[in-house]
DNA sequence: GCTTGACTTCGAGCGCGCTCTAAGCGGCAA
DNA sequence: TTGCCGCTTAGAGCGCGCTCGAAGTCAAGC
């Protein structure tokens, strides 16, 4: 019925590895065991992985994953703190993304240089 | 005359240990030195400096970085490969900003949602 | 019963990109 | 001349985010 550490980390895109030593840090709260004391995470575990993948993808550091994965934990009390975190985050997003379309800009402008030097 | 490894850092953004680490590990090459063995960096120094600085911004790896400026110090016969390399990376960085928009939909719907829930 | 293989825990190890320390030198001011 | 400051080198150390290894357990198949 629960899904396998495999199966979590094919899906998840994370190694089995990495799904154990998030939930030793406490990124994901005490995985479900089946009788054997196997992992047996669910759907919900699923998508919080998947959230938590979104937020190390854009550079969120995993000590801010930790408090966010905390605050969530201690529940409902915590949503408006939560989403101060979201919040200051998307801003470092945003800004993150406009430097690196002005990088890419110079890439630009070096790789036409190459090509009209290459063409004279 | 020359530009101090202070002036380099404070204008650079990079720490002097930082400056001396780039040019052991070549990505610069043999800056000059004053008559006490000072490194004294010309202007040409440090629009150099600000160029990887911007390769360094967009996430290449120093190891390419590497390659790119010996390519460079190997002078105009490769120039094309060097153009190759910029393309390859930008290709990869138009994919980062690609997937950073992405990730910021996700942020602001997961933002809207406590907004939401926390004025019901 | 024995092998195989995937799971478990816990702690050590690694790769990257710096960052810092130790030991020593040169130049200037008091 | 003494003290200080900032530079020099070579090499060690660090923080992050995994990643791996050792040693053990358990269930299934031969």
Known sequence: MGITIQEASRRSGLSAHTLRYYERIGLIHEVERDPSGHRAYTESDLAWLDFLTRLRSTGMPIADMCRYAE??????????????????????????????????GILDYKIDFYATTEAR
């Open 71 to 104: 605050l969530r934990r201690r529940g409902p009390g915590t949503t408006a703190e939560r989403r101060r975190i979201l919040e200051a985050h998307r801003e470092r997003v945003r800004t993150r993304i406009a430097r690196l379309t002005e990088d890419l």
